[in-house]
C-alpha cells in the first residue's frame, strides 16, 4: 500500500522527518467525522485503504492464497538455490538429475525409466508455475489492460487462456514432430511393435515428463485459485491425463500415449485463441475460431480418438506378447505367468518398481482401455455444452464459453464484502522557508506583485497574500501569523 504524505509546519524553524506508517484495527463502519468516500480523505490524519473481506478463512485456505499471490517470488527462488548449489562441485552429482534425462543406456543409446525422472518432473513443475505466473503478471495483464480489458474477471480469464494458448502452441508442434519421427506416425499397428523393450529416445523421453509435470501443475493450480462451476469435471480429467500419461511412460507404451496427447492438444489450442479473441472484443473472429474448435474436437477428440481406443481392442492381442516380463532395453527377461496369489497387484508394480514386473494380458487391455472411454466420456459431456453454444451462435449470439465459469459472482468488483484498514499517514515537519513559492505560483498561474524596492534590485518575491493562499490551500494558513 501506498500512501500520499501529508505536512505539518512549525513557526518558522525547520524538523526532521518522522515517518509514522502504522495500522489499527479494522472496522467496518464509516467514522461519523468523515464526508465522501472512506478510503479518499484529505483533511483526516486518518488513511482509510479499501480491502477485500475474508470470511472465516481456514489455514489451509490462507495457504493457498499466500501461494498463489508469491508464485513468481517462491518458484523462481527455488531455481534460483538450485543453480546455486549446482555451481559447487560437490552437489552437481544430486542437482544435474534436475536438469538432465537419467538413465541413459550408452549401448542402445536411448534412455531407461527410474526414480530419478522424479527430479526433471519436479523441475519442470516448478519451471512452469513460475513462469505462468510472471507470464500473465507482467506481459498478459499489461497487453490486456492496453486493449482496454479492465473487469477481473475477463483479465483473469484472458490471462489464462492465453498462458494455455502460448504452451500448446510450442507443445503441440513438439509433439506432432515426436509423432512424426516416430514409427507408429501414420500407422497404429506400430504403436505396440516393440515392446516389452522399454527404452526410449531422449526426444520421446523429455517430452513425455515435460507434459507429465505440465499436468500436475495444472493439479495444483485448479485447487489454489477460484474454483469453476466444472471444477470436479476438470480435476477427474486432470487426474486421468495425469495417470495415463505415467503408467503409459512407466509401462513402455509411449508412442500411444504422444499420439493421444497430439490429438488432445490441437482442439485446446484453438479453444484458447478462440477465448481470447473473445475477450478482446473480436467476436467475429472468435464466432470463426469457434467453427474451426467445433471441427478440430469432432475430428480429433472422437473419430481419431475412438481409433486409438479401437487399436488398443484390436491390435494388441494380435501384435503384444501376452505375460509378464522384467528388465530394461536388452536385459528383459520372460515371459513369466502373471503371479496368481497377489490378485491384482502386479498391475501397479511397474509403478514404483523400477525392476519389477509388467506384463500384458485381457486385464492390463481393458484397464488401459477403461481409462481412454471414461476420458472419452468427459469428452463427450463437455461436447454436448460446446453444442448448445453453437446452436446460439447460429442464432446470431456470440459464442460464450459455458462450460468453465465461477461458481458465483462475488467476486466481481463492487459486489464484495469489504473492510477498511486504518493507517497513519507518513507525517513530516518542514519549516515555512523551504516552500518553494514560485514552483507553486508557475503551475497555479499567480500573477506576483512587485514592490518598487525588489524591482529596482533585480529581486522578487511573491506577495504575502499569496504565501497565505498557498497556505490556506494546504489547510495550514492559522499556523502562520
Known sequence: MSSSPGATFGNGSAGTAKPAVARGARTAEKPQHMNGPLYQQPNSNVVLVRRVKRKNESPMKQLTRWFVDNQIGFSFNLLALLFLAHGMPRARDYTSKYFNLSYYNPKTGNYGIGWND?????????????LRAATMEYILTPFAKSQGIRKRKDLTRFCEQAWMSIYYAVFWPLGLYVYWKSPAYMNLHELWTGW????????????????????????????????????????????????LIYTSYRYGHTRVGNLVLVLMDV?????????????????????????????????????????????????????????????????????????????????????????GMFCYNETVKWSFLSMLLFLQCLTIMWFSLIVRVAIKVVKGAPAEDVRSDDEGEAGEEGEEDVVYEEAAPLEEEVGVEEIDLKNWERRAGVKRQVSPISATTAVSLPGHSDRKELLGRIGCDKQVE
Open 118 to 130: 522424479g527430479h526433471l518432473i519436479l523441475f519442470c513443475v516448478v519451471l512452469l508455475t513460475g
Open 196 to 243: 516389452p523393450d522399454r527404452e526410449l529416445t531422449a526426444l520421446m523421453k523429455g517430452y513425455m515428463l515435460a507434459q507429465l509435470g505440465f499436468w500436475l501443475q495444472q493439479l495444483v493450480v485448479i485447487n489454489i485459485e477460484e474454483r469453476r462451476k466444472d471444477h470436479w469435471q476438470m480435476f477427474t480429467h486432470h487426474i486421468i491425463t495425469s495417470a
Open 267 to 355: 482442439s485446446d489450442l484453438v479453444l484458447g485463441i478462440a477465448k481470447c479473441l473473445k475477450y478482446l472484443g473480436y467476436h467475429t473472429i472468435c464466432d470463426v475460431m469457434f467453427g474451426i474448435f467445433i471441427t478440430s474436437w469432432l475430428i480429433t477428440r472422437h473419430f481419431l480418438y475412438m481409433t486409438v481406443c479401437y487399436s488398443v481392442w484390436r491390435h494388441t492381442p494380435d501384435i503384444m506378447p501376452t505375460g509378464c516380463f522384467r528388465g530394461l532395453g536388452d536385459r528383459v527377461e520372460g515371459p513369466f505367468e502373471p503371479p496368481r496369489d497377489s490378485s491384482f497387484r502386479y498391475l501397479l508394480e511397474p509403478l514404483w518398481d523400477n525392476n
